[in-house]
């Protein structure tokens, strides 16, 4: 079974840090593309970021680059995402997902979804 578990959401002041973990089993994770997703009540779920099986290719929303940094560490099986000049806006429930090929920003082919995990920024 596919599971997949974020951890280290919170409240956090604006222009503060957090750093989101996925946990991740029931596969071979060093062969799937993996991405953050968020998505904020009313409001559609967004890509975050996104990276590919040996984490040699990248995707970041416009909206958070150069702020925060998709990793990988497959030795782990743990996606990561540091969120760095946190704004009020990033204000949602982040969602780790692994894809169904090796790289992918498509939301089609992220079939498999963690729990979420809410990041709150406060002003």
């Known amino acids: 079974q596919v599971q997949l578990v974020e951890s280290g959401g919170g409240l956090v002041q604006a222009e503060g840090s957090l750093r989101l973990s996925c946990a991740a089993t029931?596969?071979?994770?060093?062969?799937?593309?993996m991405a953050w997703f968020r998505q904020a009540p009313g409001k559609e779920r967004d890509f975050v970021a996104a990276?590919?099986?040996?984490?040699?290719?990248?995707y970041y929303a416009d909206s958070v680059k150069g702020r925060f940094t998709i990793s990988r560490d497959n030795a782990k099986s743990t996606v990561i995402l540091q969120m760095n000049s946190l704004k009020p806006e990033d204000t949602a429930v982040y969602y780790c997902a692994k894809a169904s090929r090796p790289w992918s920003i498509r939301m089609q082919d992220y079939a498999y979804w963690g729990q979420g995990t809410q990041v709150t920024v406060s002003s």
């Open positions: 029931g596969f071979t994770f060093s062969t799937y593309g």
């Open positions: 990276i590919s099986w040996s984490a040699g290719t990248t």
